[in-house]
């Protein structure tokens, strides 16, 4: 073993700068390969140690005052699989608050913060003794939204104002965030009885926590809930569970998560690509070595051993240090994630991902070298010793000087592409696959930060500049004038109601003509034109497996009836699980149903706050709430604007870092394998200027061809990409606008920095002297 | 006889971990227009490095050189590159062709330094290609597909394709056999007889004999110098005059 380490730690001293060069990108490899399965392997159980933690409830059920009765506490019990049910009041509302500063349309259920309860505990993460009127405990997620300690939540309902001041933030498994449609306030016993003696007594409800023998059940369970309370509920009602609301709290974390490792692909392909390359670089120069090896005695696996083991020491050392690095670069992960989920992530550290990471890392990179330098166990070693067989092939000389037109630095510059084939070759796919991800980076950021039309298109129903709240939808002159004003494009009522299918709540989302609408969900068939057809949301679709043409049952009460499956819509916000339905067809089911959300369109011109206020001091009693759609918009996507951001600037930094990494080594191999070209070269008068610029020009075709191949791919496969990417948060058409300027900025962006970084490595030219050609 | 190289005090002294060795000490040399000139010494001498200062290659730690009259020992690297590329051809022991190029190709990589004009640094290859008897299908070659001894004639044409003031040879035949060097050595004198001035660094006694004066350099310096120009190529005594030369200065 002691002959091998000589060799190893005499071949890194040998090229250490391409070793730690080597080892870097496996670094940034291995960090990100173990922050992605750690985001992947433990992001979702730490969402259920949570929820075993606080003994949250596995199935939540709130009925509706006039609706509830203990007997159904008594009915529940008696399901298969339910533990217990335990009960507590709450006020449900609909209504808007403020969301970084602009008002959000969502429910809201206060719970009395202070009722003795056995399940749904909280968690409290951050609070503060304050004296106020009307204290408040909020999510968690609030904290991410522009609220702190001390400050106001304001919730809105019904043109009523209830002003809370924030002394702690939570963690509800349930009820925190806004992604079951539902985000829960906590308010100690005084303030939430002087809020229940305020509101109407329709908003009263119970809420059922109902605890399982096994969570794994939360969906049947409430399956059967659904068939007990179906058909007797007069007023609304919401039933949710473990599966459901993990899913929904979790998917933003499994997008990052794989988003995660597939860049620790493309940067593990990358280096599986150098250790080729390198091994094979190695082979050629080392090859008299080789033979003599061979000659004294040494057998083929034991040269192959000596040649690859330095790479696996790197690879093994890199991969340690990379796993370290990803516990520093942890902390700013995890709180984009509880910006989104609405609890702390607290991950330790993880043995079993540290593993997997340098175990994989060090066996691809083992069997890659291994695969590279087999050939050398067929190597004979009087061959080794004459040099071995050229790997080129100089039987055609490619662009002879005496034909080949252009400028002598040019003609060299292309003989010297075709005689780095490999190189080349390497650095072609390295451009393309930086370019790719460059152009994923910059589509990302564009659609969400500058142009974010298709983006809201894929991730929510239609968004108008305003939406109303009526408190008379009969009244159609109040409708009629608004349409008549000069600053209104049109007018579309689009409203939305739960009902149930396939024994599972789902929002239908209602209008009376979809094809007024300015854009549709449906990405296959169309959207329903009569009373009797609807279109499903693609869990549906996956979960039963329709097509278009099947029937389909949708329940609402006690009536239950057929449609016919005319398409399919998606919806990020409700994860597929989601029907259209025209105004008649839902009359089928709700002849109660009566349209309330008014979408206004504006003319271009128009300054929507100033309308807004324009409205509600005219019409101030008709209008129950009003949600500016443009700036509530903007709030709910600084978020995502945030992590669009991080991500673009992760990747562009990771980018520019590999296309240097990459570049390093090989203008290092090039200059170093051409030293005696060089200096032959500077002897018959080449300036160290004309050679740094041919060898840089030489770089220039292949990143060209690699920029605009891998400009090529984007623009034809992004969409497609991302849509596979997306597709578990219920993404199944996408739009994303690929500017040509920004592609081109973007190839152009590459090529300057690729040849920038080539010429000021090919300065150590200036090292090579024509004099060391002299060989006494 | 014009002086197209002339040296004042020139000194080469290498430093090595703190040693300092001086291969050349005050060497005042002159190398004139049309001479073949030819460098022997020991091994260690300072042959080579000499030949060296003298075209440019390297730059001396002391000392002057003037070459067509420009002082050029303290140009800068790429003025050296400039200067060389007008003035210098050169052919070396290990021949030194681009690897990845024809003979041709190397010869204009070389020649459109100079001369942009394609066709007429490809009509001048090929002109000395006919010289140094290379036909066509070998200067398409690879050096890697061809004798030594072609590859070293392919040399001689590219440290030619400029039309260079001096021509230095460092050990030409050093690497060839017996065959192969007669022919290159007969370039060699070909070439001088037309006028091309020619500085050659050997070992070799045969070598020796192609030049008009012969410079011996002892411990880094010039010790002595014969002049061949009263003795014709064929004169026996020629051979004689060099041995007893070579043996005064202890060769």
Known sequence: MGKFSIITLSKIRKNKGQYITFGIILMIAAMILNLGLMIKRNFQDSFTEKWDHYDTADVTAILMKPDYSPDYVQQIEQIKHVKAVGTRECIWMSGSYKMNGSQFDMDNIFFNYDEAHEYSKLGIVKEKEITCEQPAYVSYYLSFAGYDIGDTYVFTTNNVEHAFTIVGFVEDMTFGTQSLGKLGIYLPEESFQELKDSVNQDNIGTCMDIKLTDKKESKAVTAEITDLLSGKMTEKYSVNYYDYCKQVRTMTASVGGMCFLAFACVIGLVSVLISVFRINNDIEVEMQNMGVMKAVGYKGIQIIFSTIVSYIVIAFVASVIGVGFSYLALPPVQAAFDAQTGFCWQQGFDVVSSLLTVCATTVIILLSSYLAARKIRRLQAITALRGGVKTHNFKKNYFAMDQAKGNVNIVLALKNIVANGKKNLLLLLVIMATTISAVFAGTMYYNMAVEPKAFLEAISEPISDVGLTIADSDDTQFLEEIEQDDNVDFTLYYDSSKVTIAQEERRAFITADFSKMDYSICYEGRDPIHNNEIAIGSKLVEEENYKIGDTIRVTSGTIEEEYLITGFIQSVNEQGSCVELTEEGIKRVNPSFKKSQLNIYLKDNTKTGAYIKELQEQYGEQILGTVDGVKSTESAMQVFIRIAGILAVIIIVITIALIALILFILVKTVIHNGKVNLGISKAIGYTTRQLRLQTTMSFLPVVLIGVILGGFFSYAFMNSSIVLLFHVLGVMKLTFLLPIPMLIGVGVGILLVSLCIAYCLSGRIRKISAYELIQE | ?251
């Open chain 2, 1 to 251: 006889m014009k002086t197209i190289i002339e040296t004042k005090k020139l000194c080469k002294t290498f430093s090595n971990e703190g040693v300092q060795q001086h291969i050349l000490r005050n060497v005042d040399v002159s190398i004139y227009e049309g001479d073949f000139t030819v460098i022997m010494g020991a091994s260690g001498a300072g042959k080579s490095t000499l030949l060296y200062a003298l075209s440019g290659m390297d730059k001396p730690t002391l000392g002057e050189i003037h070459f067509c009259g420009e002082e050029i020992s303290r140009y800068s690297d790429d003025k050296l590159a400039v200067f060389r590329r007008k003035n210098c051809g050169f052919i070396f022991q290990q021949i030194y062709m681009m690897d990845k190029m024809s003979l041709m190709d190397n010869v204009l990589a070389s020649g459109l330094l100079v001369n942009k004009d394609k066709k007429a640094v490809a009509t001048r290859a090929q002109e000395l290609f006919k010289k140094v008897n290379l036909p066509e299908v070998t200067y398409r070659k690879f050096a890697s597909q061809i004798s030594g001894g072609e590859a070293q004639r392919a040399g001689i044409v590219r440290g030619l394709i400029n039309k260079p003031s001096v021509l230095f040879a460092d050990e030409p035949t050093g690497a060839l056999n017996s065959a192969n060097s007669n022919a290159v050595l007969d370039v060699f004198s070909s070439f001088n007889q037309e006028g091309q001035s020619i500085v050659m660094v050997t070992h070799d006694l045969r070598s020796a004999l192609r030049g008009n004066r012969i410079l011996y350099l002892k411990d880094g310096q010039i010790a002595g110098e014969c002049n061949l120009d009263a003795y014709t190529k064929e004169d026996p005594n020629r051979r004689d005059k060099v041995n007893e030369f070579l043996k005064s200065m202890g060769y």
